[in-house]
Structures are given as structure tokens and as C-alpha cells.
Nanobody
Framework: QVQLVESGGGLVQAGGSLRLSCAAS????????MGWFRQAPGKEREFVAA????????YYADSVKGRFTISRDNTMNTMYLQMNSLKPEDTAVYYC?????????????????WGQGTQVTVSS
């Protein structure tokens, strides 16, 4: 069992930056692939970024590539999402998730555990 808690969301102007954190409980954090997803009002939850257990391989949605950076610190049981050059269309609730099987990391149905989400609002 893994419990995930996101933090770091808030209100920022377009062009600004935020860093989200996802703190995980348990001693098995280092064995999970981790991902960030987001959900805007009236839209489905969509993939943002993912990182394998070692942190050596990362994946990004085209919409955030070059602006967002995913990383993890297995000694701290924490994953991060550095978001730069934010746009109003990045406004959403951001969720972190853990995947035991390292399968299709862009597919939300393959993740086993989810956090409660943190709101990110980008004003124009």
C-alpha cells in the first residue's frame, strides 16, 4: 500500500513557475514508476509526465514538453514536477500516481495508487 500526498499548487500568472511535490508513504516507493496527471473542469484526466523507478527515464505529454520537468528523490520518498512558462491552459487539478508494474505509463488505468490532487491556476 502506498499513500500519496501532493502539495505546491497555487495561483500564478502566465509565464510563471510552480513546483509540485508528491510525498509517498512506505518503504517501497523506489520500486514504483510514478506519474503526474491533470484534470481540468469538464475534461478527462490526462497524462502529464512519468518517471521510472530509478529516475533515469522520463516521459512527457507533448503539451508540456520543454516546459515541465519530472524528477524523484528515492531517499526522500518524494517526486517533483517543476513547471515553467505556465499557460492558462495548464490550469487543472494535478494528481500524482504510482504504478507497480511499470507498464503503460501514459495510461491512467494502469496506475495503482493516487493522491488527492492539488489545484494549479494560471491567470492570463
Amino acid at each position: 500500500q502506498v499513500q500519496l500526498v501532493e502539495s505546491g499548487g497555487g495561483l500564478v500568472q502566465a509565464g510563471g513557475s510552480l513546483r509540485l511535490s508528491c510525498a509517498a508513504s512506505g518503504r517501497t516507493f523506489r520500486t514504483y514508476a510514478m506519474g503526474w496527471f491533470r484534470q481540468a473542469p469538464g475534461k478527462e484526466r490526462e497524462f502529464v509526465a512519468a518517471i521510472i523507478w530509478s529516475g533515469t527515464t522520463t516521459y512527457y505529454a507533448d503539451s508540456v514538453k520543454g516546459r515541465f520537468t519530472i524528477s524523484r528523490d528515492n531517499t526522500m520518498n518524494t517526486m517533483y514536477l517543476q513547471m515553467n512558462s505556465l499557460k492558462p491552459e495548464d490550469t487543472a487539478v494535478y494528481y500524482c500516481a504510482a504504478d507497480r508494474s511499470h507498464s503503460r505509463l501514459s495510461q491512467r488505468q494502469d496506475y495503482d495508487y493516487w493522491g488527492q490532487g492539488t489545484q494549479v491556476t494560471v491567470s492570463s
